[in-house]
């Protein structure tokens, strides 16, 4: 268990619909990286966020989004879904904005229908 | 940029050592090391930084050349549970990309 909670667990959805995805990072840990995990694909970079900051941008689309909450969980909101857009998706939390290693959630698999 | 990983694919026999390499294009300031089984999460094996600094929890060891910005992963004495699908990563300003991955997988 890396201590980084996410949910839902599995989603189910309609294209044209919106989601939201949850990531609570590990205690004391400041910055929150979201990945997507497409069939047998690596990992690709979404975003990160740094204390309720956003720090990095990956290869995000424009119809997804993201924030850090006060509080340092973290949502994820992907809107009018395609069906390419199923995927896992991943939450990861580091100390810093250094160089630390990344602890990765469960993830959350989306499923686009 | 994504960093090059290879091989794609390796199968071992217990006990066997493994060599996985990753490249990129662009100057590397630190590489990742993680492992990932099959629908599970992506496990922090290693990191190493330039001036020869690693920060690991397993006893796997890994090089880093940055004159050649590559890195090496090097599996010796392969056991059962070292199945799975390794990925390197390269950070640049936060932006982290991950290699394809290179899927391992060691027979008894």
């Known amino acids: 268990d890396s201590g980084v909670t996410q949910t839902p667990k599995h989603l189910i959805t309609a294209t044209g619909q919106r989601v939201t995805l949850r990531c609570s990072p590990r205690?004391?840990?400041?910055?929150v990286y979201w990945y997507q995990q497409s069939l047998d694909q690596g990992l690709q970079f979404l975003i990160q966020?740094?204390?309720?900051?956003?720090?990095a941008k990956g290869n995000i689309l424009e119809r997804f989004s993201a924030q850090q909450f006060p509080d340092l969980h973290s949502e994820l909101n992907l809107s009018s879904l395609e069906l390419g857009d199923s995927a896992l998706y991943f939450c990861?939390?580091?100390?810093?904005?250094?160089?630390?290693?990344?602890?990765f959630g469960p993830g959350t698999r989306l499923t686009v229908t | 940029q994504q960093p090059v990983q290879s091989p794609q694919a390796v199968i071992l026999r217990e006990g066997e050592d493994a060599v996985i390499n990753c490249s990129s294009s662009k100057a590397l300031y630190s590489v990742h090391w993680y492992r990932q089984k099959h629908g599970e999460a992506p496990v922090f094996l290693m990191i190493?930084?330039?001036?020869?600094e690693q920060k690991g929890h397993e006893k796997i060891s890994a090089s880093f050349n940055e004159k050649k910005q590559q890195s090496s992963l090097y599996l010796t004495a392969s056991q059962l549970s070292y199945s799975g699908t390794y990925f390197c990563?390269?950070?640049?300003?936060?932006?982290?990309?991950f290699g394809a991955g290179t899927r391992l997988t060691v027979k008894p």
């Open positions: 990861a939390s580091s100390a810093g904005t250094g160089i630390n290693e990344q602890y």
């Open positions: 190493l930084l330039k001036g020869g």
């Open positions: 205690s004391g840990d400041l910055s």
């Open positions: 990563g390269t950070e640049r300003n936060n932006d982290m990309r």
């Open positions: 966020y740094y204390n309720g900051e956003e720090r």
